[in-house]
């Protein structure tokens, strides 16, 4: 009987680890998504804000304006992310901050720096005993 009960916890567990790589699948999608939105919203945000605009610059016509407005906010958002690509890299450093709040990476350094630890020691009576 315990060894059923240990089977429908492994399975158990194993159904739940599955729909969390679902999850986390759908998640990301969801963020990629999210990322295109932001272009939505800025183009969104110029027209709207265009009459005020048009205001603070005394540009009688701004809507022919906004044929130029948008697509230099558009090259602006991608000099920022070549300048975080390129200067920052943006990549590199999430990748960074990802491993060191990542219970795995820790772990994993723990045993290396564990083998490093006994591979020095090993070294240490190999080099020993060849003295000797």
């Known amino acids: ?31 990629l998504g999210q990322s ?20 603070f610059f005394g540009i009688p016509r701004l809507r022919s304006l ?10 602006g958002v991608w000099l920022f992310g070549y300048f975080m690509d390129r200067v920052v890299r943006a990549a590199q450093m999430a990748e960074r901050q990802s491993m060191k709040r990542s219970e795995v990476w820790a772990k994993h350094h723990e045993q290396m720096d ?4 006994q591979i020095g020691e ?4 190999v080099v020993q005993r060849g003295n000797a």
Request: proline share 3%; hydrophobic share 50%.
């Open 1 to 31: 009987m315990p060894d059923r009960t240990h089977s429908n916890t492994r399975e158990i567990r194993q159904r739940l680890a599955t729909w969390r790589e679902v999850f986390f699948a759908q998640k990301y999608r969801f963020d």
């Open 114 to 117: 564990r083998l490093e630890q």
């Open 36 to 55: 295109f939105l932001v272009v939505v919203n800025f183009t969104l945000l110029i027209i709207t804000a265009s009459d005020k605009l048009q205001v």
């Open 122 to 125: 090993l070294k240490e009576l």
């Open 66 to 75: 906004l044929i130029v407005l948008i697509p230099l906010g558009f090259v």
